[in-house]
């Protein structure tokens, strides 16, 4: 038998969590790279991932574990991005960051009436995407690719990739179903996807 | 059978959920045919990656 301590007690977690400066310095990176890209300004976005965080931790009271944790961290800075927006007058209110894309995209471009690939949209091979990201200037091409995406997929995009949500949080965050996130996150994909071969692989990256 | 939108659709949600047995059958069938789709899975993984990696801040320390 192990004599390790006793750390299955709801406060306990919450006092070790906080403890975890790994932890914590790991979700503030993720929450500045989504704000950063939500906010277009590096320093709203420190300041409301600062706010954020000092805000969830102060009326931390239970967490079940560090996934419980991210998700109520991220809600509060989702509030406080929005709040930003508002203020910068870029968005008439919080409800139209989630507004209704057009439903009808179209994807002749990428595909034929048959749904097959067009011959000069078929996926090429990339060779080693990780050779890629030793390279500077791939990273502003990622960059731009991502402002590329459409508002809504490029949230829920983030939401999924970025700060690692599973797709019931996703939905309960931003009330939308299973498929429409599934529709929101497939075009997302394949919009970034194209964007990142274009732009890149295609060059020569 | 599948075409290539229908592909890339559950390659997409593959991500999210776990895909039926008939999903997983028909989606290894069309890629044993489409190397368009091959590579596309492919990608899926390498974008999710990359993804993870600009979250970590790799691309700040190779900027500099």
């Known amino acids: 038998m192990t004599t390790k301590p006793n750390h299955q007690e709801i406060t306990g977690n919450v006092v070790h969590l906080l403890a975890d400066a790994e932890f914590l310095e790991a979700i503030r990176r993720q929450l500045l790279a989504f704000a950063t890209l939500q906010l277009g300004d590096i320093h709203l976005a420190e300041d409301a991932v600062q706010e954020a965080m000092i805000g969830?931790?102060?009326?931390?009271?239970?967490?079940?574990?560090?996934?419980?944790?991210?998700?109520?961290?991220?809600?509060?800075?989702?509030?406080?991005?929005?709040?930003?927006?508002?203020?910068?007058?870029?968005?008439?209110?919080?409800?139209?960051?989630?507004?209704?894309?057009?439903?009808?995209?179209?994807?002749?471009e990428l595909f034929d009436r048959q749904g097959f690939w067009q011959p000069d949209e078929r996926p090429a091979p990339w060779g080693n995407p990780e050779k890629s990201m030793h390279q500077g200037q791939f990273w502003l091409v990622f960059e731009a690719c991502l402002e590329g995406l459409p508002p809504r997929q490029a949230r829920?995009?983030?939401?999924?990739?970025?700060?690692?949500?599973?797709?019931?949080?996703?939905?309960?965050?931003?009330?939308?179903?299973?498929?429409?996130?599934?529709?929101?996150?497939?075009?997302?994909?394949?919009?970034?996807?194209e964007c990142l071969e274009n732009k890149w692989y295609l060059k020569g990256g | 059978m599948l075409n290539c939108h229908d592909a890339t659709r559950l390659m997409s949600q593959s991500q999210e959920r776990a895909l039926s047995l008939v999903e997983q059958m028909s989606l290894k069938l069309h890629k044993m045919m489409c190397s368009g789709c091959r590579h596309f899975d492919e990608q899926m993984g390498a974008i999710r990656m990359v993804t993870r990696a600009y979250v970590q801040g790799k691309n700040e320390q190779e900027k500099r």
């Open chain 1, 56 to 108: 969830a931790l102060k009326n931390a009271t239970s967490f079940s574990g560090r996934a419980a944790l991210k998700t109520w961290i991220f809600a509060i800075l989702k509030n406080k991005i929005a709040d930003t927006l508002r203020q910068k007058q870029r968005t008439v209110n919080a409800s139209s960051l989630l507004r209704e894309e057009d439903e009808d995209e179209d994807w002749s």
């Open chain 1, 156 to 193: 829920v995009f983030m939401m999924r990739e970025f700060i690692e949500l599973d797709a019931d949080e996703i939905c309960a965050a931003v009330g939308l179903t299973t498929s429409n996130l599934h529709v929101l996150l497939h075009r997302s994909r394949l919009r970034l996807r």
